[in-house]
């Protein structure tokens, strides 16, 4: 246990100490202003804009960023089904895979790495080839993350900025994302993960003999290039089935510390972004300390609920923690513990362990992390502008318990603010009990089913707080290839993602245009503890209002019935 502990407070150390320069780095990049890279990526940058006709010095109001997200991103749905579809007649495919069958995976998955999401319902080194690994899914990993960078970016502005309706240029925010934040960090990490044993090459699967005398394929293939983003971008979606269970993946201690450092690691770093591009730092450690204060609280229910384990295996005389089936034993309980709650926490979905596997409350945990919105540092810019919507109803109840108009940065909050935020929290709690109900009353979504009772009841909640969330971690013991399945956890992500991202940039635009009033004696502060705890305090109400029911009947009655001696 003193190990464990010794690196939760290593890991919190490392991130905030990190999240510090990446911060004022990234103020930097997206105020256009001159930074040490400018000689490398500016000619790259200025030759992408020539090539594709993009007027850097024109910016756009709300609705024509949420048009450029929208048509970019279908964009890239179509491209990469295309892609995977004809998958046999494109080249660096060693292995003569064949097309990704049938269609409706091959459509869910172009939405899922679109969205940010990375579900998958296949087994990446069976279907997978080279080219589709690279050009469509790892590409995709870079061009959503870098999506939700640009919509908080453009969030920030509308706080920011006064008596205009403009927020910024979505292309020029992409583009300086991928070139100037995702792609050199992620280079750097592709080499340490080589340096650490993780496979970076286009050569054929490798034959080995076993023991037995039989021959055993091991594939292999471009996974540190894509092992990188997928964490740092908080995508999630593994090169291999088992995902960063994999040795080929996270093969050390070291390397699963580092990816489990990667995915916070802009996220922490957007909030002292924040405090920089509003000229107030203490409004960024406000909510940085929010979203750590809830991310504790979970951390340590997940903990404690591995470490005890279940009681049926100590009633038999066996010593020790006893939550260790689904877990390596390279990482163990504190780094299996440490990893899931921060893949949830983050929209990022990868996962060294298996979530089925673990206790009732600790995956009880994840399950709730997704549910809250993964606004708990949460993924890629999408978790900064989802507690900022927090934020937004926060200072609504507020100004309502004091009888004063609800203010924020200097600007009112308006009824008009109000219906966006709410529609951007409803609609992916909509979206997840809605699927849960179709799903838990039909044919089709019960055949799915491998566990029966609460936790069957949870692989569904599961599946579609995965897909809303944008997640794309699963339980488990669920089957998904199929055409329900496949679609409509589709539409969930596209839900999540665009339900989100468009009442955002609405408010954005509508923040835009307002004056900024200077604080008086009336205002209410929202730089301090007592700030924090009112907004972690809305975060986790809002759940409990909207998600307790269902909660009750999987994972919590499935840990009052294992104390009884019941087990699925």
């Not at 300086?176 to 990490?189: A, G, H, K, T």
């Not at 909510?287 to 750590?292: E, Q, V, Y």
């Not at 409990?544 to 104390?563: Q, S, Y």
Request: hydrophobic share 50%.
């Amino acid at each position: 246990m003193a190990s464990d502990l010794t690196l939760f407070g290593l890991y919190f150390v490392i991130l905030f100490g990190l999240a510090w320069p990446i911060g004022w780095y990234m103020t930097k990049v997206f105020n256009l202003e001159k930074t040490v890279f400018d000689p490398v990526f500016q000619p790259i940058e200025k030759l992408l804009y020539r090539l594709t006709g993009v007027d850097a010095s024109t910016e756009m109001n709300w609705k024509r960023y949420a048009g450029a997200v929208i048509w970019f991103n279908l964009m890239g749905v179509a491209l990469v089904f295309i892609i995977q579809i004809l998958q046999d007649k494109l080249p660096f495919n060693p292995e003569n895979l064949d097309v990704v069958a049938p269609w409706h995976l091959a459509f869910n998955t172009a939405v899922s790495f679109m969205t940010n999401t990375n579900w998958q319902a296949y087994g990446g080194e069976t279907t997978m080839s080279y080219f589709t690994q690279m050009a469509a899914l790892t590409v995709q990993n870079f061009l959503s993350a870098a999506t939700g960078l640009a919509v908080a970016i453009a969030f920030i502005r509308g706080l920011t900025r006064k008596t205009t309706q403009l927020i910024g240029n979505f292309w020029v925010d992409l583009t300086r994302s991928v070139i100037y934040i995702l792609l050199p960090i992620s280079i750097l990490f592709s080499v340490v993960l080589v340096q650490q044993g993780v496979p970076q090459t286009l050569s054929s699967y490798v034959s080995a003999q076993t023991l037995e005398g039989t021959e055993q394929k091991i594939a292999v293939g471009p996974v540190a290039s894509q092992e990188a983003i997928k964490m740092l971008g908080t995508n999630g979606g593994g090169f291999f089935n088992a995902n960063s269970a994999h040795p080929f993946e996270n093969p050390t201690p070291l390397t699963n510390f580092l990816e489990t450092l990667s995915i916070f690691l802009i996220p922490a770093g957007l909030a002292f972004t924040f405090g920089y591009m509003v000229r107030d730092r203490r409004q960024g450690y406000a909510i940085l300390a929010t979203m750590t204060l809830l991310f504790l609280m979970m951390l340590t229910l997940n903990y404690t609920s591995e470490l005890a384990g279940n009681p049926l295996v100590a009633a038999n005389g066996i010593s020790g923690p006893s939550a260790m089936e689904g877990k390596e034993v390279r990482f163990g309980i504190g780094g299996t513990s440490l990893f899931a709650t921060v893949t949830t926490a983050a929209s990022c979905g990868a996962v060294n362990g298996m979530h089925d596997s673990f206790t009732p409350l600790g995956g009880l945990v994840p399950m709730l992390q997704i549910m809250l919105g993964e606004v708990v540092f949460g993924g890629v810019g999408a978790g900064f502008y989802g507690i900022l919507v927090f934020v937004v109803l926060t200072v609504f109840i507020v100004g309502l318990m004091v009888g004063r108009t609800p203010e924020y940065l200097g600007k009112k909050i308006d009824s008009w603010e109000m219906k966006m935020a709410t529609i951007a929290i409803l609609i992916p709690a909509v979206t997840i009990l809605i699927g849960s109900a179709i799903a838990s009353a039909t044919e089709a979504g019960l055949a799915g089913i491998a566990n029966p009772g609460p936790h069957g009841l949870s692989e569904m909640l599961y599946a579609f707080a995965s897909a809303a969330g944008n997640n794309g971690s699963a339980f488990a013991g669920l089957t998904v290839n199929t055409l329900f399945y496949d679609l409509l956890l589709a539409l969930a992500m596209l839900l999540g993602r665009f339900g989100v991202i468009i009442p955002v940039l609405a408010i954005a635009g509508s923040m835009a245009e307002k004056k900024i009033t200077p604080p008086g004696p009336g205002t209410f502060p929202t730089t301090g503890w007592l700030f924090v705890v009112l907004l972690a305090t809305v975060v986790l109400v809002v759940g409990a209002l909207t998600f307790l029911p269902a909660l009750a009947l999987g994972p919590i009655v499935e840990h009052l019935l294992m104390l009884q001696g019941t087990t699925y």
